[in-house]
């Protein structure tokens, strides 16, 4: 760690009224040269993890409550929302949002300062079990937003006859994959070796694509809300460094057990008192 980024460490920091900090060393993220390293962070808050990152992040992928039926409503999701974007947006070079796609619509008109939106995506599932009377679900969707200018790698799609094409210079186009992801549910006994009991778990097969569509090997991609980490997963699987985090105890020990990691980072040094928030002497009294 560099003395610039030492001293930052140390510092608190406000943002968007949230007093956080920036993490010590000890959670400095894998050495640029690792691969498929997956760093599981100690329970905290989307916007204490998002002020900790201090590497450079490619990829975040931000899974949410959906604001509709499981994890409640929240009365200031939307300004929540934009916060936690303009934070990943300080951090990462493309983000991928997840919801249903009647509630988060609105968002493509307030995207962060400098981000685009690349792709709607949707994640088709045919197999929800119908717990209402009328349209049964069938999709969510996820938004790819992006600074502008940043790349993609549609190449790491090609199938092997495309890819010899391409080595003899004979591939005319480069065929990007679908913005429609088709995979099932895990319900029931659908993905029976892939649940863990996490309440919104994602597939394996919903994630992969964001992955590949936008990073290396090598690169870093980061999880603030994991839940059960198919994120670290799907990375690990891929060669890209993952750091995950989430605010529940319960969903982050899913995740060290589903990755298998036994040593939790330490948590982050308590925050100092700012002078504004030390106890004043009784007035009158002598201190
Ligand atoms: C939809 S789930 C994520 C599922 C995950 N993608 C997976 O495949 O298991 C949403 C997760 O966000 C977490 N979460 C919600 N609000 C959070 C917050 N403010 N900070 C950190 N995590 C949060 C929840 O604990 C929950 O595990």
């Given at each position: 760690?560099?003395?610039?980024?030492?001293?930052?460490?140390?510092?608190?920091?406000?943002?968007?009224?949230?007093?956080?900090?920036?993490?010590?060393?000890?959670l400095?993220?894998?050495?640029?040269?690792?691969?498929?390293?997956?760093?599981?962070?100690?329970?905290?808050?989307?916007?204490?993890?998002?002020?900790?990152?201090t590497?450079?992040?490619?990829?975040?992928i931000?899974?949410?409550?959906?604001?509709?039926?499981?994890?409640?409503?929240?009365p200031?999701?939307?300004?929540?929302?934009?916060?936690?974007?303009?934070?990943?947006?300080q951090?990462?070079?493309?983000?991928?949002?997840?919801?249903?796609?009647?509630?988060?619509?609105?968002?493509?008109?307030?995207?962060?300062?400098?981000f685009a939106?690349?792709?709607?995506?949707?994640?088709?599932?045919?197999?929800?079990?119908?717990?209402?009377?009328?349209?049964?679900?069938?999709?969510?969707?996820?938004?790819?937003?992006?600074?502008s200018?940043?790349?993609?790698?549609?190449?790491?799609?090609?199938?092997?006859?495309q890819?010899?094409?391409?080595?003899q210079?004979?591939?005319?186009?480069?065929?990007g994959?679908?913005s429609?992801?088709?995979?099932?549910?895990?319900?029931?006994f659908?993905?029976?070796?892939?649940?863990?009991?996490?309440?919104?778990?994602?597939?394996?097969?919903?994630?992969?694509?964001?992955?590949l569509?936008?990073?290396?090997?090598?690169?870093?991609?980061?999880?603030?809300?994991?839940?059960?980490?198919?994120?670290?997963?799907?990375c690990?699987?891929?060669?890209?460094?993952?750091?995950?985090?989430?605010?529940?105890?319960?969903?982050?020990?899913?995740?060290?057990?589903?990755?298998?990691?036994?040593?939790?980072?330490?948590?982050?040094?308590?925050?100092?008192?700012?002078?504004?928030?030390?106890?004043?002497?009784?007035?009158?009294?002598?201190?």
């Amino acid at each position: 760690m560099s003395a610039a980024r030492r001293r930052k460490a140390a510092a608190p920091v406000a943002r968007d009224h949230v007093q956080t900090h920036l993490y010590p060393e000890e959670l400095k993220l894998a050495p640029a040269t690792s691969q498929g390293e997956v760093t599981i962070l100690p329970p905290q808050d989307v916007f204490a993890t998002l002020s900790g990152v201090t590497e450079p992040v490619t990829t975040t992928i931000l899974d949410p409550w959906y604001n509709k039926g499981f994890g409640g409503i929240r009365p200031d999701y939307f300004p929540w929302l934009y916060r936690v974007l303009d934070a990943t947006a300080q951090v990462s070079q493309h983000i991928f949002l997840w919801g249903f796609p009647e509630i988060i619509y609105p968002v493509p008109d307030h995207l962060p300062r400098g981000f685009a939106l690349i792709a709607w995506l949707t994640w088709y599932y045919k197999n929800c079990p119908s717990v209402i009377r009328g349209w049964r679900s069938a999709q969510l969707a996820c938004l790819h937003i992006a600074r502008s200018g940043t790349k993609l790698y549609p190449e790491h799609f090609l199938n092997e006859a495309q890819l010899e094409l391409q080595r003899q210079h004979k591939l005319r186009y480069m065929p990007g994959p679908p913005s429609v992801i088709e995979t099932s549910l895990l319900v029931g006994f659908v993905g029976r070796n892939e649940q863990t009991g996490h309440p919104s778990q994602k597939p394996i097969k919903s994630i992969e694509p964001l992955v590949l569509m936008t990073t290396k090997p090598g690169d870093t991609v980061l999880d603030p809300m994991c839940g059960s980490g198919t994120t670290g997963v799907v990375c690990r699987s891929l060669d890209r460094n993952a750091i995950l985090s989430d605010e529940s105890e319960q969903y982050t020990r899913l995740a060290e057990t589903r990755l298998g990691i036994t040593r939790r980072p330490p948590a982050p040094a308590p925050e100092p008192l700012l002078v504004a928030d030390r106890p004043r002497p009784a007035r009158g009294r002598k201190p």
